[in-house]
């Protein structure tokens, strides 16, 4: 799915998403332990790449963060806006960051790789990893399954990853590996994994 077709398909959705997704009680509080985490402390810029309604930016900017959050969707960044007055928010792609290399302390990536086509993802970690200070922090969310196939996610089409596979693919871009945290289906809520990783 190109990135034009990511974003239409948000924008399409934006209100129900940010009705039902838009708020940090939605997150499990074993995520919101992890990200603040690795986030939470650093002296420096952080960016929240494809933050959505910016309900982590606006989490991680009251834990004391310099973050910005980035979104393909103008409605998620306009009600972003609205929501967490005092908070930068920027429409743009997480592929094409304008920011100078090693200017940024730490990166989330919350669900946002999820839609990237396989071969996108490298060269996005790449990206990412370039504008990462030496020994940044990246906390990726992702779906996890046993392999890595395509499903109709509510929104537009998306990627489950083996966790080794995600992780072994962060290795590559140039990441260590820090902490994983695996979840398994709970009610509606997919199988679930995230990694902290640091720019090695
Ligand atoms: C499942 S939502 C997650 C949003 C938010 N991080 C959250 O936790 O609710 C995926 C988000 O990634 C954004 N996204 C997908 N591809 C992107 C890209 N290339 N650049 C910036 N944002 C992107 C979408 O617009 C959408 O807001």
Redesign the pocket.
């Known amino acids: 799915m190109s990135?034009r077709g990511?974003?239409q398909a948000?924008s399409s959705l934006a209100q129900q998403y940010i009705d039902l997704?838009g708020s940090v009680e939605t997150v499990h509080p074993d995520d919101l332990r992890l990200i603040e985490q690795h986030l939470g402390h650093l002296s420096g810029p952080v960016l929240d790449?494809?933050?959505?309604?910016g309900?982590?930016t606006g989490h991680l900017h009251a834990a004391g963060c310099e973050v910005t959050g980035?979104?393909?969707?103008p409605e998620?960044i306009a009600h972003a806006r609205r929501a967490h007055p005092g908070v930068a928010f920027e429409v743009?792609?997480?592929?094409d960051v304008t920011r100078p290399d090693a200017s940024v302390a730490g990166a989330l990536a919350?669900?946002?790789l999820?839609?990237l086509e396989p071969g996108q993802l490298d060269s996005a970690l790449v990206g990412i990893r370039r504008l990462l200070a030496p020994g940044g922090a990246l906390v990726v969310g992702f779906f996890e399954g046993p392999v890595r196939e395509p499903f109709e996610h509510e929104v537009t089409t998306a990627y489950r990853w083996p966790v080794e596979e995600m992780a072994g693919r962060l290795t590559s871009a140039g990441f260590t590996e820090v902490e994983r945290l695996q979840r398994p289906p709970e009610g509606v809520r997919r199988p679930h994994a995230v990694l902290a990783v640091r720019a090695a």
């Open positions: 990135s990511v974003q948000y997704l790449v494809g933050c959505g309604p309900h982590l980035i979104d393909l969707v998620f743009g792609s997480l592929t919350w669900y946002s999820i839609h």
